[in-house]
C-alpha cells in the first residue's frame, strides 16, 4: 500500500511541477494524466508555488498495474515531505483485499505513517477494523483497538456478530511474518468468553510453521479422561511431521505421530502410535500400530506404490479410536499405462482381526501380475484383446496355488441401420496351474499340475426405442444374448481361491463369466434375456430392469442358494423412481424362479423436503446366497433429518438387526453452521462387543471456528 503511495505521489508531484499553469487552476475539467506505470486521475489539480504544495480532489484515483487507490483529496507537500489521503479512502489491493480509511499520513521516505479508522475487507471476506494504526518501515504495521471477525450471515449486517476477537494492540511482522495481539478477548454473541494477555499465530503469507495445534478433550469408558496436544513440526518446505501426546487416566500416556515427505514425483506418510497398556488378559504390555503409504511417479507411463498397516493386537486400533476396520490390508503395486494398454505387479497380504481369524491361514499373494492389450483389427471396430495373468499364493497353513492364465478373444460390435446393437465375441482361455494340498469335493488332497483350455463364444442383442410426448422421453429396451461354451471346465485340482464369493444380480446377468475371478469357469450353452424400460421429464425420472437366464444343462458349481445352478435362473432386477425432488426410491431384488419368494431384497427410500426427510435402508439376503457361506441376513436402517431453519438442523438414525432382533447402532445429532463458526453435537450409542471392546455411549462435541481452528471433545462412557 505504502510503496503504491510513494510511487503515485512522487510521479504526480512531478507532474504537477512541470505543468504549473494547469495546476494552478482552481476550476477545470477531469483530467488524466500517466508516468510510466501509473495512470492518475482527479477532477482538480492545484500547484501552490509558495507553500510548495501539489493538491488532487475530486474523485482522485491512481492506478499502478492492478493496484487502485480511491479518496476525495490528495495531497503532497514537498517542504514537509508528507503525503495526505482524505475522504473516503479506498486501496483495493492485487490479492483482492479491499483497505478503507478515514485519514492517511504519510511522512519521511513514505514508508512511515499513521491510518485513521482502517477498515479491511479480506479476500475471504473477513474484516477487521482498527480506530488507528501506525506504519514503520515496509515490514511492521501496528493497529491500535482492533476488531476481527470472519462472520458476515449468521445474523443482520448490523447485529453483532457472532464471534469476534478484540484487541487493544495488534502487531504485524513481514519479515518475521507473524501477528501478536495484547490484551485479547474473544466475544460470542457480544459477551467476552476467552482473554488471553498475548498470542500470536503466523500471517496469511505463512502456510505452515511449527506449533501447537487446537487441543482435543475426551472422556472414554476404558481410558478415562483424555487430553490430546498435538505439536506441528514445519521440517522443511518438503516434509513436516505431527506429534500427538494423548493423556489418558486410566492407560498412562499414547504417543502417536505422523511424518510426511514429498518429493518431485513421488510422497511418503507415515502414521503410527504406542503405549505401555493394559492388554487382554490384564497385564501391561507395549501395543501400537504402524500405517506407511509411499507413492512413486516413475515417469509418465509407469507408477509404484506400497501401504503397510501394522498393529501389536487385534483389538488396539478399535480400543484407542485409531480405526474401525476388521482386517488389514498390506500390498504393494508398480502399474503401467499406454494407451487402452494395461500392465501392473501386485502384492497382497491380510491380517484379520475378528476373533475367528486363524493368521496361518491368511494368503500371502506375491506377485500377481496382469497384462491387458487392446488392438484395433482393420478399418471396423472390431477389436482384439489380449488378457494375461500370472499368481503365486502360499499359506503357512493350507492350499498353495500358482496359476498361469491368457485369454484371447475377438471382439466384434456392430449398430445396423435401423438402430439395433449386436457385439459378437469369442475367446479361448488357457489355464495352467500348479496346487499343493488342494482338497477335492471328497476331502482329499493333492499336489501337482493342471490346467484346462475354455472356449466361449456368444452375441449380445439389443434393441433401444424411444418416444417423446411432451417434455417426457420413454424407453424401451429389450436385450438378448446367448454363449456357446463347454461344460465342466473346473477340474478339482484347481483351488477355487478368487471365485468363492458370487453375488448374482442386474449387474452381471450379461457377464460372460459370473465367476469373479479366473479360478471357476462357467460352462454350459446359455441365453440371458431381460427388459430395460424407463421414462425422464424435467422433474420426474424412473427406471427398471427385469431378467433371466436359461441354460442347457444344470452348473453344479455354483452353490444351491447362488441361483444360479439350475436350468432357469433366478429373475433378478431393479426399480428405481423419483417423482420429484423430495421423493427417490429405489428397489433391487433377486425372486425365486419357481415361486417367487424373495432370495435378496434391498430397498431405500429417501421422502420429504429439507424441513423433514426420511430415510430408509432395508436388506435382506436369503440363507447361503451367493457363495452360501452366510445364514439368513436381514438389516433395517432408519432415520431423519431436519433443516428447520437456515443455520439449524438435527438427525436421528437406528441399525437394526431383523433376525436377531437386536439394535447394532443409535445415533442422534445437532448441528449449528454459518458462514464463520460450525458447532456439531452427535451422541452415538453401540451395542456390539468385540473382546475387550465393549458396547458405549459416546457423546462428541466439534466447534469449529473459521480461520482459527476447532477444538473437540467427546465423552464415552459403559452402555446402561
Known amino acids: 500500500m505504502y510503496r503504491f503511495l510513494t510511487i503515485f505521489l512522487s510521479s504526480l508531484a512531478l507532474l504537477c511541477v512541470s505543468n504549473p499553469s494547469s495546476a494552478q487552476s482552481s476550476k477545470t475539467q477531469a483530467k488524466t494524466e500517466q508516468s510510466g506505470d501509473i495512470l492518475f486521475k482527479a477532477d482538480d489539480l492545484q ?422 410426448s411432451g417434455s417426457t422421453t420413454q424407453i424401451i429396451e429389450p436385450v438378448v444374448g446367448v454363449q456357446f461354451a463347454p461344460n465342466g471346465g473346473n477340474p478339482e485340482k484347481i483351488s477355487n481361491e478368487d471365485s468363492q464369493d458370487v453375488e448374482f444380480d442386474e449387474t452381471n446377468l450379461f457377464s460372460r463369466n459370473r465367476f469373479t475371478g479366473l479360478d471357476r469357469v462357467e460352462g454350459g450353452h446359455r441365453i440371458y434375456y431381460g427388459l430395460h424400460l424407463g421414462s425422464m421429464s424435467a422433474n420426474f425420472y424412473s427406471d427398471g430392469f427385469i431378467g433371466q437366464s436359461y441354460r442347457v444343462r444344470s452348473n453344479n458349481d455354483f452353490a444351491d442358494n447362488s441361483g444360479l445352478n439350475d436350468h432357469f435362473s433366478d429373475i433378478v432386477g431393479k426399480l428405481s423412481i423419483r417423482p420429484s425432488s423430495d421423493l427417490k426410491l429405489q428397489y433391487r431384488f433377486r425372486m425365486d424362479k419357481d415361486n417367487f419368494s424373495a432370495r435378496r431384497n434391498e430397498l431405500s427410500a429417501n421422502a420429504g423436503p429439507p424441513i423433514l426427510k426420511f430415510n430408509l435402508n432395508y436388506n435382506f439376503f436369503d440363507e447361503g446366497s451367493g457363495s452360501g457361506e452366510f445364514s439368513d441376513r436381514e438389516e433395517l436402517s432408519y432415520g431423519f433429518s431436519s433443516q428447520f431453519s437456515k443455520s439449524w438442523s438435527i438427525e436421528s438414525s437406528t441399525r437394526r438387526d431383523l433376525k436377531l432382533s437386536n439394535t447394532i447402532e443409535q445415533g442422534v445429532g445437532l448441528k449449528f453452521e454459518c458462514d464463520c463458526f460450525t458447532m456439531k453435537l452427535n451422541f452415538i450409542r453401540t451395542f456390539t462387543q468385540d473382546r475387550d471392546v465393549k458396547p458405549s455411549d459416546t457423546i462428541f462435541l466439534q466447534l469449529i471456528f473459521k480461520n482459527l481452528g476447532e477444538i473437540y471433545t467427546s465423552s464415552d462412557g459403559p452402555k446402561t
Open 47 to 468: 500547484h501552490d508555488q509558495k507553500l510548495d504544495v501539489v493538491v488532487a480532489t475530486g474523485s482522485v484515483e491512481m492506478v499502478e498495474g492492478e493496484r487502485i487507490l480511491r479518496a476525495d483529496k490528495v495531497s503532497y507537500n514537498k517542504k514537509k515531505d508528507l503525503v495526505t489521503a482524505t475522504g473516503n479512502v479506498v486501496l483495493m489491493e492485487p490479492s483482492g483485499d479491499v483497505f478503507f480509511a478515514d485519514q492517511v499520513e504519510l511522512t519521511g521516505d513514505f514508508k512511515t505513517g499513521i491510518v485513521e479508522n482502517i477498515r479491511i475487507l479480506m479476500t475471504d471476506e473477513a474484516r477487521m477494523a482498527a480506530v488507528g494504526g501506525r506504519r514503520f518501515g515496509d515490514e511492521q504495521m501496528e493497529l491500535h483497538k482492533a476488531v476481527y471477525s470472519p462472520c458476515r450471515g449468521c445474523g443482520n449486517a448490523s447485529e453483532t456478530p457472532l464471534w469476534q476477537i478484540k484487541a487493544f494492540k495488534v502487531f504485524h511482522d513481514k519479515t518475521e511474518q507473524n501477528v501478536e495481539y495484547r490484551d485479547a478477548f474473544m466475544e460470542f454473541l457480544g459477551v467476552p468468553i476467552f482473554y488471553t494477555p498475548y498470542f500470536s499465530h503466523p500471517d496469511p503469507t505463512v502456510k505452515r510453521r511449527s506449533g501447537f495445534l487446537a487441543p482435543r478433550y475426551g472422556s472414554n469408558s476404558i481410558l478415562g479422561a483424555t487430553l490430546e496436544t498435538p505439536y506441528y513440526f514445519n521440517i522443511a518446505p518438503d516434509k513436516d511431521a505431527t506429534i500427538r501426546p494423548i493423556l489418558t487416566t486410566n492407560e498412562g500416556i499414547v504417543l502417536a505421530s505422523e511424518y510426511r515427505q514429498r518429493f518431485s514425483d513421488a510422497e511418503i506418510v507415515l502414521k503410527g502410535s504406542g503405549t505401555h497398556g493394559t492388554v487382554q488378559n490384564g497385564d501391561k504390555d507395549f501395543r501400537g500400530h504402524l500405517f506407511s503409504s509411499v507413492r512413486a511417479d516413475i515417469n509418465n507411463s509407469w507408477r509404484a506404490g506400497a501401504d503397510f498397516r501394522l498393529t501389536s493386537d487385534d483389538t488396539y486400533l478399535q480400543r484407542y479410536d485409531f480405526d474401525e476396520g476388521d482386517s488389514l490390508k498390506n500390498y504393494t503395486f508398480l502399474e503401467g499405462f499406454n494407451g487402452q494398454n494395461y500392465a501392473s505387479a501386485q502384492g497382497f497380504f491380510w491380517r484379520g482381526l475378528r476373533n475367528a481369524d486363524d493368521p496361518a491361514t491368511m494368503p500371502l499373494i506375491a506377485p500377481i501380475i496382469d497384462l491387458n492389450f487392446i488392438n484395433p483389427v482393420g478399418k471396423s471396430d472390431a477389436q482384439w484383446k489380449l488378457d494375461a495373468n500370472f499368481l503365486s499364493l502360499t499359506r503357512t497353513e493350507g492350499t498353495d496355488s500358482r496359476r498361469l492364465s491368457v485369454i484371447n478373444s475377438l471382439e466384434l460390435p456392430h449398430i445396423s441401420a435401423t438402430g439395433e446393437v449386436y457385439h459378437l465375441y469369442a475367446s479361448l482361455q488357457t489355464d495352467a496351474y500348479y496346487g499343493s494340498n488342494v482338497k477335492d469335493n471328497s476331502g482329499n488332497t493333492s499336489t501337482g499340475f493342471t490346467g484346462r483350455i475354455f472356449p466361449r463364444i456368444g452375441m449380445d442383442w439389443r434393441f433401444p426405442f424411444s418416444r417423446r
